[in-house]
């Protein structure tokens, strides 16, 4: 039986988000001691603090005049929280270049599960090194840590000190590479098979309020001398289920994996997708096209052992130049129904691929299937090809991913038996009605006028075809003719009379379809017309 691989999560934390933020936006006061100020029971205390700040002595909660008594040059702006949730936000989307289950955690830090996905990037340090490098250069302090549990990484990430990495599966620990973490940024690990000591290790040493708990528990635990996670392990259970409720042991035993713990993507994750990390900058239309051909052999394998085809796929480009607050391009097209052909999916990207501005070069592409459905094994023809897949399926596609899915139309059968009636657009890429409605005994021309144009008709007697008419101004005589067939006027329509259709050609060897509106009455002439042609 296949071994499975362990979970590690990533917990990314922005512990001056506030203040760097502002900084990014206002580049002078990058340096000088800065406060983030909000309005809470009537004072105004510090809610963020810069490097300087802190350095300088100001603390989170102390009111607005004890911090500039310690700091006269501080510098402040309000706070706005909702603001730093949108960039929160923001960052975690572009944290999916790493993995794309990402999701923002709590007011400052980001979850990150990277199961699977670390290698792409050099494994866990050299993952950690360039997203702790790309943060720092755009302006961010941040510290991170891995794990094999949310809790813990979220505990190391913001207790931690100098922690190395954690192994898995009982392996030696990796030396800690610094190349662009801070060096008291610790990467380490929660519980793993055969790294629970190593995890208690870790762990032990860290203050209660690691494990996510109320200040007011914090307190309480604190004043019976219960002050460090390693503290907790001397106490029944039972006892501190009773004393502080069954919280605590929540936090515990997710810390350690007893109690597993979801991690929701801020975005759903599609079923179907892969990526690939290229080691040198892509810049050429054709390098381009290639690393697509790649993603594409491979996620069509993905779906093949899946037993299904790909509806909608996406293409996200990032480059190397990306900005936290730009999204990757994207490229997207859709099919009619499920493929899972390389060569056709890769003829529809074509159409779209010289959109694609790679700038200084492309560093990551991720290929999804957002959208996929069954599809059966197909039989490969005599010539090569492969049934099932008719040519003008893909035509459709290209037309639709061309001109949007909206221009490619089809007529469909509709529940009248007048001909202007009788069929309705429809999406090329809709299910079609059951059965047939069109009659099977009956011929129909290739080609309507809509609305029908009047002819002037002349007939041997009322109810006979005609032997001649004029339409637009040129005459036809008339040598065959054939009815008539008489459709009756809807029952449900006030205007409506019957009509009597004649099938006809002229000496030219045109055939036209006509018809006489109203039954023969009398000293009243009833109206000609010319419906359609055949041929």
């Not at 599960?113 to 302006?139: K, N, P, S, V, Y």
């Not at 990757?328 to 159409?351: E, N, S, W």
Request: hydrophobic share 45%; with cysteine; glycine share 10%.
């Amino acid at each position: 039986m296949t071994e499975r691989t362990a979970r590690r999560i990533l917990s990314l934390w922005l512990p001056r988000l506030p203040t760097d933020a502002h900084s990014r936006r206002h580049p002078a006061r990058r340096g000088h001691p800065l406060a983030a100020i909000l309005a809470e029971r009537g004072r105004l205390g510090v809610a963020a603090v810069n490097r300087a700040a802190a350095e300088a002595g100001v603390r989170l909660g102390m009111s607005l005049a004890d911090a500039r008594a310690i700091e006269p040059a501080l510098a402040v702006f309000d706070a706005e929280p909702e603001s730093d949730a949108r960039l929160l936000e923001r960052i975690a989307g572009w944290c999916t270049r790493y993995t794309p289950w990402t999701t923002p955690d709590g007011p400052d830090g980001v979850a990150l599960d990277i199961t699977g996905c670390a290698h792409l990037f050099g494994g866990e340090e050299a993952m950690a090194a360039d997203l702790t490098a790309r943060l720092t250069a755009a302006g961010f302090e941040s510290r991170l840590a891995v794990a094999d549990t949310p809790a813990a990484a979220w505990a190391l990430a913001r207790f931690g000190r100098k922690a190395p990495t954690l192994p898995l599966r009982g392996s030696l620990p990796p030396p800690l590479r610094r190349g662009g973490i801070d060096s008291s940024l610790p990467c380490g690990a929660g519980e793993g098979r055969g790294g629970g000591n190593r995890a208690d290790t870790l762990l032990s040493p860290l203050p209660v309020a690691a494990l996510r708990l109320p200040p007011a528990t914090v307190d309480g635990l604190a004043a019976v001398g219960l002050r460090r996670i390693g503290d907790l392990h001397a106490v029944p259970r039972a006892t501190l289920a009773a004393r502080f409720g069954p919280e605590l042991l929540r936090r515990l035993d997710q810390a350690y994996g007893r109690l597993d713990e979801p991690l929701s993507p801020r975005l759903p994750v599609p079923p179907h997708s892969v990526r690939l990390a290229l080691p040198e900058p892509l810049t050429t239309a054709e390098a381009i096209a290639e690393a697509l051909r790649r993603l594409l052999a491979t996620l069509c394998a993905g779906l093949e052992k899946s037993g299904e085809g790909a509806r909608r796929l996406r293409l996200e480009l990032h480059r190397v130049d990306r900005r936290l607050e730009d999204a990757p391009q994207t490229l997207a097209i859709g099919t009619g129904h499920p493929v899972r052909r390389p060569d056709a999916l890769m003829r529809l990207f074509a159409q779209k691929l010289d959109r694609v501005e790679p700038g200084p070069g492309l560093e990551l592409m991720v290929l999804s299937a957002t959208e996929a459905g069954p599809l059966a094994a197909a039989q490969a023809a005599l010539d090569g090809g492969i049934d099932g897949q008719p040519e003008l399926g893909e035509l459709m596609d290209r037309l639709a991913n061309r001109l949007g899915a909206r221009a490619v139309l089809r007529l469909v059968p509709r529940q009248s038996w007048l001909p202007e009636r009788s069929v309705a657009p429809a999406s090329a890429f809709a299910d079609a009605p059951g059965g047939s409605l069109w009659p099977a005994d009956r011929p129909r021309p290739v080609r309507l006028l809509a609305p029908p144009e009047p002819i002037e008709a002349m007939a041997l007697v009322p109810d006979d075809p005609p032997v001649m008419f004029r339409w637009r101004g040129t005459q036809h005589r008339i040598r065959l003719a054939d009815g008539p067939e008489r459709i009756a006027a809807e029952w449900w329509r006030s205007d409506g009379e019957p009509r009597d259709y004649y099938r006809v050609e002229d000496e030219a060897g045109r055939r036209f379809w006509v018809f006489r509106q109203g039954l023969y009455r009398p000293g009243v002439v009833a109206p000609w017309f010319l419906h359609g042609f055949f041929g």
